[in-house]
């Protein structure tokens, strides 16, 4: 069965979104070789479950506050709901969907980056009802 394997980042700040990512998620974000702007995303290590991904350069305008989700949302599992949407504020971000539990699964929410990209967090946990 196909799975994701890769995900991309717009930013019109690659500054401001590469510090926000390194300061929520301690992420390792390097600038990649060859002409085109971009940066490659490790996430883990290579023996953990995951991706890893790209920041790039938007093309074009930002989504605009009010644009309805027109893209892929990534999901990213974090060991403590409450922490990351903590952190997540505190470096920039904004939550737009508040924690939801999802039964037998975990807890959830979707939040927007500093450039304006929405992004899911999960936080695995069985036994929420």
């Given amino acids: 069965m196909p799975r994701v ?3 991309e980042i717009y ?3 690659i500054a401001r979104a590469k510090k926000f990512y390194q300061d929520v998620f301690d992420w ?3 600038r990649s070789e060859g002409s ?3 940066w490659n995303v490790i996430t883990g290590k290579g023996d953990e479950p995951g991706i890893d991904g790209g920041l790039m350069k938007r093309p074009g305008r930002e989504p605009k506050a009010d644009t309805p989700i027109s893209t892929y949302i990534c999901t990213i599992g974090v ?10 504020q505190k470096h920039g971000g904004k939550i737009t969907m508040e924690k939801k539990p999802i039964h037998g699964v975990g807890w959830y929410a979707y939040c927007l980056d500093t450039e304006r990209n929405i992004f899911g967090i999960m936080q695995p946990d069985p036994s929420v009802r």
């Fill in 5 to 7: 394997i890769h995900f």
């Fill in 11 to 13: 930013a019109r700040d």
């Fill in 28 to 30: 390792k974000i390097e």
């Fill in 36 to 38: 085109v702007e971009y």
């Fill in 79 to 88: 060991p403590d709901i409450d922490k990351y949407l903590s952190r997540i």
